[in-house]
């Protein structure tokens, strides 16, 4: 079988620069090399026609206008302009804002940081499945709700949350609706006007662009939303986000959503049968297989599973030469497993053992099936060396079982 | 972070994986950790009535790979032991043969744990301690 290792299956955490991409990005380096803020010579004006499509290109991959585009570092920092820019902009309508325990930290940080400037945030629950519904977000809001911020699909577990619902009712009571959009973008169809969203974050480092750059759309019309800028200089991005323009990698994120609007829906088709077959070839053939997240309803290059009775470090240890991650506390510096996985009801036992694969744009058959039998390999060889994997296999309930924690 | 070879040798090839039947006389259980904590380490000992030495010593263990190893190497090390000892092996002696970064002290801290509940348990069942 044809693999090159290590195969790379954390697509969720990063993906590789398409070359295409890189392709577009390279005479802005060197030749291209002008200050879109250059307003008098040739250099500016190249760079800003540059910006200009960049924009265009974004936009169009949403369903929005150019004019909308806010460039940012990232999505964490398209984020934190967002929730923090609008909560000081709308703090005298309202001091309360609605998100979910889910949220990737930045949003959560940003919010918690603004709770200790005295808004008020509540962070939603979620079923089994890792989402929220309309109806949850319509109870918690009061007459102060000023922004509700619900990512458009969790990273860890891959689950798309009813945007189109949520946008219809944050228009219907007039509150803001963001959406952290990274993991979705250019991987299912999103539509800012269809879906009612007034704000959405996305980042080109998960569509296949350089690490570095990210945009905010600000919607302009029906409502006109403002920011409070949160980095103040030369009033760059209609004062909402000062700072020369890194054209080079505005340009590859164009690109990357260019590719993406039109190769989205094959390419979703092809992550997604990936996606079914590493499913398949490993839970055929293990017992004690736990998908994690939403069967139906998540991203189709996203696959989190747990393996019980085996801990998720020490299975990736099994499977060297394939690239992963793990909720496992052994895998962050704060040895919590993930708060996402418990915030399903995942116990923490499943927690630590669960790994998830991020099936992507150059991912191949001959990868999903050799990753399939590794995986199969490690688990099988782990549960004979496990203590937990005999007791259960002895018929003992663990969960009776007094554990001596330490 | 990168794994030292000695935890990659001891995960690759772990030595004494199994069980030791739990009703002998001879032989002492410890079971230490918690499924939510992460890790889970049953380590037994089966202990010569002769000559008192540790003459096999097995273990199981649901954790990442540094415990693994940790549990590897301590099977490994109380073999031929008199019960004093073991008792002397120490969680930082673990740490420097495996060169384990201090994230990961708390496995080799497990596997001391492992050896002085396996030895508790042995001499429990010992018929003087009754």
């Known amino acids: 079988m044809g693999v090159n290792l290590p195969i790379y299956l954390d697509n969720n955490a990063t993906t590789r620069c398409d070359p295409r991409v890189v392709e577009a990005m390279l005479p802005y380096f060197s030749d291209k090399y002008g200050n879109s803020a250059s307003r008098n010579h040739v250099f500016g004006w190249e760079a800003e026609e540059a910006i200009d499509n960049a924009r265009d290109q974004i936009a169009n991959l949403i369903g929005a206008g150019g004019k909308e585009i806010i460039f940012t570092s990232g999505a964490t920092e398209s984020n934190n302009l967002a929730i923090k820019g609008a909560a000081a902009m709308y703090r005298k309508k309202g001091d309360h804002i609605i998100t979910q325990i889910t949220e990737h930290k930045a949003v959560i940080d940003p919010c918690k940081r603004l709770e200790r400037e005295g808004f008020r945030v509540t962070y939603l629950p979620v079923d089994k499945f890792g989402r929220v519904s309309a109806a949850d977000i319509a109870a918690a809001m009061t007459d102060k709700t000023i922004l509700v911020s619900i990512m458009a699909a969790n990273n860890e577990i891959g689950t798309i949350q009813p945007l189109a619902d949520i946008g219809k009712l ?138 019980a009775f085996v801990e998720g470090e020490g299975l990736m240890m099994g499977i060297k030469e394939i690239c992963v991650s793990s909720g496992s506390a052994c895998t962050s510096a704060s040895l919590e497993p993930s708060y996402v996985l418990k915030a399903l009801g995942v116990g923490d036992d499943l927690a630590h053992s669960s790994l998830r694969f991020g099936v992507g744009r150059f991912t191949t058959p001959d990868e999903i099936e050799y990753t399939a039998n590794a995986v199969v390999r490690a688990v099988t060889k782990l549960r004979e060396m496990s203590p937990l994997y005999e007791m259960a296999q002895a018929g003992v309930d663990l969960s009776t079982v007094q554990w001596a924690a330490h | 972070m990168a794994y030292s070879d000695k935890v990659l040798e001891h995960y690759d090839n772990p030595r004494n994986v199994g069980s030791l039947d739990q009703a002998d006389a001879n032989v002492g259980t410890g079971l230490v950790g918690a499924p939510e904590c992460g890790d889970v380490l049953k380590l037994q000992i089966r202990v010569d009535p002769k000559s008192g030495k540790i003459e096999d010593a097995r273990f199981k263990t649901f954790g990442c790979g540094s415990a693994i190893a940790s549990s590897s190497l301590a099977t490994e090390w109380l073999k031929g032991k008199s019960i004093d000892e073991a008792l002397a092996i120490k969680n930082t002696a673990i740490v420097e043969e495996l060169a384990l970064p201090p994230v990961k002290v708390h496995c080799s801290v497990l596997a001391e744990d492992a050896i002085k509940a396996a030895i508790k348990n042995y001499q429990e069942k010992q018929p003087s301690n009754a």
Do not use: W
Not at chain 1, 190 to 203: E, K, P, Q, R, Y
Not at chain 1, 257 to 275: Q, S
């Open chain 1, 170 to 307: 944050c228009k219907e009571k007039g509150v803001l609706f963001h959406t952290d959009a990274t993991q979705v973008v250019g991987k299912v169809p999103v539509d800012v006007m269809a879906m009612g969203i007034d704000l959405l974050s996305m980042t080109a480092h998960k569509i296949y662009g350089p690490k570095g750059v990210g945009a905010l759309y600000v919607r302009k019309k029906d409502p006109r939303v403002r920011l409070e800028p949160q980095i103040d200089g030369g009033g760059h991005e209609r004062g909402m986000r000062s700072g020369t323009l890194a054209v080079q990698n505005i340009v590859g994120l164009g690109a990357a959503c260019e590719i993406a609007r039109k190769e989205m829906g094959e390419e979703a088709k092809r992550t997604f049968a990936l996606r079914e077959k590493l499913h398949r070839g490993i839970a055929d053939r293990l017992s004690d297989v736990h998908l994690n997240g939403h069967p139906t309803e998540r991203l189709p290059g996203n696959l989190n599973l747990s393996f």
